[in-house]
């Protein structure tokens, strides 16, 4: 999980740290995307090199703070 500092290192840090702030404080996060594209990148700052993904439909994302 994401410790705290000001550089974050893997995008599953950033995702980590953004829900623990987030459903903390009871927010609940729903993503809805029709149809997108999007580039991925490699690494977390200058330098990274970027895969397209393309989405033909929908994708959903929810979460849910018991």
Request: proline share 3%.
């Amino acid at each position: 999980m994401a410790t705290e500092s000001n550089d974050t290192e893997t995008w599953p840090d950033l995702a980590a740290a953004l829900y623990d702030k987030l459903t903390g404080k009871g927010s609940t996060i729903n993503y809805k995307f029709d149809e997108f594209s999007l580039k991925i990148p490699s690494k977390v700052g200058s330098g990274a090199q970027h895969a397209s993904w393309v989405i033909n439909g929908t994708l959903s994302i929810s979460t849910e703070n018991n």
